[in-house]
């Protein structure tokens, strides 16, 4: 997996159903995830969504949301988030995150946009989440690459 993909936004979230907050810059926090992001802990430290996926989703259903409905924290172009992913490690700049697993869309999607929950469901449309390994800044505009087994 030799992709290099573009961190294109940034977002974190005030708490439970807060708004998301876009950041130009944040810092990775090792075991913890994005300061000051509501989840703090546990093993869904920071998400991530494809812009290319958002984009297809945002056409096929006729709408042109903020990709920040989604609640992911950072959204990257140009780097595939799969099934054999699971288990990857993700350098960002100086940060490393190690993907877990996929993120499935909750109800929250359908409440911005009916259909957009079951429109992302499948094939990872949701994204991925993981922990964060080694901390360091994440900005838009930085290059994210898998790193090799």
């Given at each position: 997996m030799?992709?290099?993909?573009?961190?294109?936004?940034?977002?974190?979230?005030?708490?439970?159903?807060?708004?998301?907050?876009?950041?130009?810059?944040?810092?990775l926090i090792q075991n913890k995830g994005l300061k000051n992001n509501a989840n703090q802990g546990?093993?869904?430290?920071?998400?991530?969504?494809?812009?290319?996926?958002?984009?297809?989703?945002?056409?096929k259903l006729n709408a042109d949301l903020d990709p920040s409905v989604r609640r992911a924290n950072i959204l990257v172009r140009g780097l595939k988030l799969k099934k054999d992913c699971r288990g990857k490690q993700l350098k960002i700049d100086d940060g490393i995150l190690?993907?877990?697993?996929?993120?499935?869309?909750?109800?929250?999607?359908?409440?911005?946009?009916?259909?957009?929950?079951?429109a992302l469901y499948d094939n990872w449309g949701g994204?991925?989440?993981?922990?964060?390994m080694?901390?360091?800044?994440?900005w838009v505009g930085a290059s994210a690459q898998w790193l090799e087994d």
């Open positions: 030799t992709q290099v993909g573009i961190i294109e936004k940034i977002w974190i979230k005030r708490g439970k159903r807060a708004p998301m907050d876009a950041l130009e810059r944040a810092e546990g093993w869904r430290q920071v998400t991530l969504l494809e812009a290319e996926v958002w984009e297809r989703v945002m056409a190690k993907i877990l697993n996929e993120t499935k869309p909750c109800e929250r999607m359908d409440e911005a946009l009916p259909g957009l929950k079951s994204g991925a989440f993981g922990c964060v080694t901390g360091g800044d994440v």
